[in-house]
Every structure is written in C-alpha cells, then in structure tokens.
C-alpha cells in the first residue's frame, strides 16, 4: 500500500502519518524529516536545502525527489510507504508516480486532511517538537508531562527555526500555491480521501483509519 499524506504545514500530517504507518505496519517517509536529519550530519544535501527551508520556502524539485526516490529504494519499502510531505508539487507527484510505476506499483490512496488556516496558525506558533523522534507538542493544546521533555522517549523539545510567525506565513503561502494544486489532481485520479483534522489526535487518526478501511474494502 503507497498511501500519500496531504495538508497544510500544521495540518498534523506529521503525527497522523507516525502512528497509521506503525499500525498498518507500512514505512514512514518524511521529506522533511529527511532534510532536517541530513542538517544534522551536515552533508552536501543539507547544505543545499537549508537556505530554502530556513526561508519557509520549497527546496527545489530536482534535489527533493532524487532524495526520496533513493529512499523509496530501500527494502523496508517494499511493503508499502506513507508520504508525509511529500510530493509538494505537481512536478514531484508525477515523478512519484513515474518510480512507482517502474515497480508496477501506484499511489493507491491519497488522505487529505483539512483544517482551517486560523486554527493552523495557532498550532504552528504553538508547535515544540522532539529532537529524538520528533513528536510534535504544543504548548496549549497538547504540552508534555514534564516542561521540555518528550513523554514518549524523553528527548528534549526544541522549536523549529522556521516556526517563527514570518517564516509560517511564507509556508502557508507556498503551500496554498504550490501543493494545494496536488488536491485536485488526486481527486480526478480518484484518488482522494478528505478527513477532517480538527480536534483530537486519537479522533482525527480513527478518521483516517476508517476512511481508508473503507477505501480497502471497496
Ligand atoms: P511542514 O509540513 O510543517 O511545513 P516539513 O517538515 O514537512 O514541515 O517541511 C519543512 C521544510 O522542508 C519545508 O518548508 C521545505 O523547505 C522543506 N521540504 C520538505 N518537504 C519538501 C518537499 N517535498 N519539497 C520541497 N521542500 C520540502
Ligand atoms: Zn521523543
């Protein structure tokens, strides 16, 4: 199963994709996890996608997709992946599709979750994340057991560089202009689940759950 997770930065496609990935036992891949761990190790790649992201803005195509379809290449991958982040533009869906193909596979489902832009702002300004597993937290809405720390493995919580509210704005923007697109081209592929992604954690991942046993079934 090659599932895509779509949404607005703050839409919680991160934590949804984490927790359904495990349970459905599928690989997890996170562009931008991926480009935040290479900053990390400080290679070529990092050096390359840091202007951009520090921006708010999309690191271009080319560097993006080799990324991911390396990874996609990986035996953990043969039973199935959930995107998260990616693709982002209609360029990286269709080389998604074109590598996919290659294997006689396809995107099979592609879940959209939708929340409005106000309740989006407030999550991101909000957002802490750990350095270890990068669950996200927020300070309001869903803040850890102990101040700074993870509940789930006790990593420290630090808040992203580019969730500052000017870089946030440019991140909703780029994604109303770039990604958004992807919705309806999921949707004329038939492709498309929308869930809604406001309230709880739990009840936002039974959605997801539920909209996807559906589509199985079908
Ligand atoms: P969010 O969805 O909350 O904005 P991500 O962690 O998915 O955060 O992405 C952070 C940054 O990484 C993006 O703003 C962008 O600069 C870069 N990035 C991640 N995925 C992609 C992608 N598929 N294409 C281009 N840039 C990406
Ligand atoms: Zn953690």
Redesign the pocket.
Known sequence: MYIVFLGA??AG??TQAATVAEKLNLAHI????M??EAQKQETELAKQ?KV??EK????P?DI?IQMVLERIAAPDCERGVIF??????LE?AKALDEALGKQGKMIDSVVYIKVAEAELLER?SGRWICRQCQTPYHMVNSPPQTPGKCDRCGGELYQRP?DTPETVKE?LK?YFAETAPLIDHYAQAGKLLEVGGEGGVDEVRERILASLEKETVK
């Open positions: 930065p703050g496609k991160g996170a562009s931008g996890d480009f935040r996608a951009y992201m708010g803005m999309l690191v195509d993006t998260d982040g990616f693709p982002r533009t990286q991101l580019d991140r780029v």
